[in-house]
């Protein structure tokens, strides 16, 4: 297996809602990633997960929420979103310790649009 | 600022085409990745350079990475419709495993 699965594909939600977002590898990697994207940019980093604990937190609202149970879950739960939150929301995953030639694996992403 | 300038931001051609986007930087890297995101997929690694100098082709792709390694070209030979598709370069900071994308470009190649 050598995918990274994300669900839901797309995602409508209310300002009031709480939702989740899933990510899934079985790849063995032990680190896992969270991007956003806005239409025709580049991803952003938002949290970096190593060895399931909480590595990187790119100064991210606190109405986004991550959670790794264990080493092929990755979790990014969501509350009281703003429509500006909007975007393609990428997980990834790659070994812990990156040999240079070494690439990032990533889901097809959740499409979410917040009314 | 960014770290990763890539140009141009955007490019539309037409099939048999050929083009070439760039990554420059100020800062020295010590390895640099090309990815290439397609309409409502992930991006997916296309290369890693390493070495100052360095060229790596990838069937009609052919990349390289600046003698001072501050800098990386993508050169498309022939451009096809598949072609079309965000390319972003990338690189890794330090022990983090932080991965921090270029600009990126945006490519559509008409049939």
């Known amino acids: 297996d050598t995918e990274v699965t994300q669900t839901p594909k797309h995602l409508v939600m209310g300002m009031t809602n709480k939702k989740s977002l899933k990510c899934e590898q079985h790849?063995?990697?032990?680190?896992m990633y969270w991007y956003k994207q806005k239409a025709k940019k580049p991803p952003e980093l938002m949290f970096v997960?190593?060895?399931?604990?909480?590595?990187i937190n790119e100064s991210v609202p606190s109405r986004f929420s991550p959670e790794c149970p264990n080493s092929s879950l990755l979790n990014l739960h969501l509350h009281a979103l703003q429509p500006e939150d909007s975007a393609l929301y990428l997980c990834a995953s790659s070994h812990l310790f990156v040999g240079e030639g070494a690439g990032y694996t990533f889901g097809s992403g959740t499409r979410l649009t917040v009314v | 600022t960014q770290l990763l300038e890539q140009s141009p931001q955007f490019l539309s051609i037409q099939e048999g085409e050929n083009l070439t986007v760039y990554c420059n930087s100020s800062s020295v890297f010590s390895s640099l990745q090309w990815y290439r995101q397609e309409p409502g997929e992930g991006p997916v690694l296309l290369v890693t350079?390493?070495?100052?100098?360095e060229v790596k082709k990838l069937k009609r792709l052919t990349f390289q990475f600046g003698d001072a390694r501050k800098d990386s070209s993508l050169h498309i030979t022939a451009a096809q419709p598949g072609d079309t598709g965000l390319y972003l370069c990338a690189l890794k900071r330090g022990a983090t495993n932080k991965l921090i994308f270029g600009t990126g470009t945006l490519l559509a190649v008409q049939p």
């Open positions: 790849m063995g990697h032990r680190a």
């Open positions: 997960y190593s060895y399931e604990k909480l590595s």
């Open positions: 350079v390493v070495t100052g100098g």
